[in-house]
């Protein structure tokens, strides 16, 4: 929306929100920011979340709403909840399921707390709008985890696969449950058949007719049991960074930097462009572009706009850079689409476009995983401290993350966890 209005689109914007329903935030948000385009921006963003729930709920509870709303938004932003399946979210690397599921029962608990406190008169709005969807999210995501459990154990001849396959029926029953409660007891079934959308064994908008039980396996019941899934033991060049080392400084661990972009060491501006950090943009934090949107592409070179990351390793030779952007178009039309450059030291800088593609598919799993993730190949001489540097090319370009492959990467959804020295 920012790129449109400072690329003078400002007679008529048209947005497809799929479903009315549950769309009321991000549709209210449109519409505030059509109406008045300066009102907000990267900095006071997080306040429109607060106001609007003081708009719905009263001021008492407006922070913790909005805050919880605001959270919300950056979890469900990283997959469709229709779209998750059993092998969304890695159950053996990172802890990644198990983190997923923990971060939407926490919010869940903070608003079943809300929900205890608010007047009563205010409850039935509640549960439609902030409620329902937490529960909705955290019994899909555990169920899903269920599957990839039944499955990894069934394979394995382990009894356990049995446990895991029963807790995903009955999470899918409570499924159903939260459903008949939000269709049939809420407010006298005022929203009824309004979220019957299937969203379980999803295949498109009309396909299948009703929810699907994800397929499971039972092995025999006096199967022996294995030991629990384990993560490896860490090797770390954490202890590589100086003692008394000041500033955000990352490390290498099981072969691999993992870097949040609004992270970095340093910031190099030239000219009128600066770095903005657009918080929550990122599906593990946040993310950083350059302003104006409107400004001159350059070359990757001297002392032009790029952004620095400190990093220690223990490893050396060959290795790869892989960058999360969000999905922004190609909005120039350009043969060569919105680009970016890359290095690692004093290397020349690699200049990579992020959105080309003759394939429709293409741009389907971007939109579906809401990212573009981009590799580039690199040579690293010796361990120790080394200066990761993101160059901006084009303007328009938001990076999340960063992600240096040094060998140990594991495959996971969302990518490792950030190794900052805190």
């Given at each position: ?277 657009i918080p929550d943009i990122g599906r593990t934090g946040s993310g950083i572009t350059p302003f104006p949107v409107t400004a001159t592409a350059v070359q990757p070179e001297k002392d032009n706009p790029h952004t620095e ?114």
């Amino acid at each position: 929306m920012h790129l449109a209005w400072e690329h003078q689109v400002r007679q008529v914007w048209v947005v497809n929100v799929g479903d009315i329903k549950p769309m009321e935030f991000p549709i209210s948000f449109f519409l505030d920011y059509a109406w008045n385009p300066t009102a907000w921006n990267e900095d006071n963003l997080p306040t429109y979340y607060t106001n609007w729930a003081r708009n719905q709920f009263g001021a008492q509870y407006a922070k913790e709403i909005g805050d919880i709303m605001r959270l919300y938004a950056r979890y469900t932003a990283r997959r469709k909840p229709e779209l998750v399946d059993a092998n969304t979210y890695s159950i053996q690397n990172y802890n990644e399921a198990q983190t997923v599921i923990k971060e939407f029962k926490d919010l869940q608990v903070r608003a079943e707390k809300v929900n205890e406190e608010l007047p009563s008169n205010y409850r039935d709005a509640f549960f439609q709008l902030v409620l329902h969807p937490l529960k909705a999210n955290a019994i899909l995501h555990e169920m899903y985890e269920s599957v990839a459990l039944n499955r990894w154990y069934a394979a394995k001849n382990d009894g356990q696969a049995n446990i895991y396959a029963d807790k995903a029926k009955e999470l899918f029953k409570k499924d159903s449950l939260l459903s008949v409660q939000y269709n049939k007891e809420l407010a006298g079934g005022k929203w009824n058949h309004m979220m019957d959308q299937v969203h379980i064994g999803y295949k498109s908008w009309n396909d299948p007719k009703v929810n699907i039980l994800p397929e499971l396996k039972y092995v025999a019941a006096d199967a022996l049991k294995s030991e629990p899934i384990k993560e490896s033991q860490h090797k770390t060049a954490k202890d590589l960074i100086p003692e008394g080392t000041k500033g955000k400084v990352f490390f290498e661990q099981d072969g691999y930097v993992s870097i949040e972009a609004e992270n970095y060491s340093k910031a190099v501006i030239r000219g009128t462009v600066t770095w903005k950090t657009i918080p929550d943009i990122g599906r593990t934090g946040s993310g950083i572009t350059p302003f104006p949107v409107t400004a001159t592409a350059v070359q990757p070179e001297k002392d032009n706009p790029h952004t620095e990351y400190d990093f220690y390793s223990y490893g050396s030779g060959e290795l790869k850079i892989s960058a999360y952007f969000s999905p922004t178009l190609n909005f120039h039309n350009e043969e060569k689409g919105l680009q970016y450059a890359i290095s690692i030291d004093d290397e020349k800088p690699q200049i990579i476009t992020i959105n080309t593609y003759t394939d429709n598919n293409v741009w389907e799993r971007w939109v579906a995983s809401n990212i573009i993730i981009k590799k580039s190949a690199h040579h690293m001489l010796m361990p120790g401290k080394h200066v990761l540097k993101y160059w901006m090319v084009q303007p328009g370009v938001v990076l999340q993350k960063l992600v240096i492959d040094l060998g140990g990467e594991k495959p996971s959804y969302l990518g490792p966890p950030e190794t900052l020295n805190k």
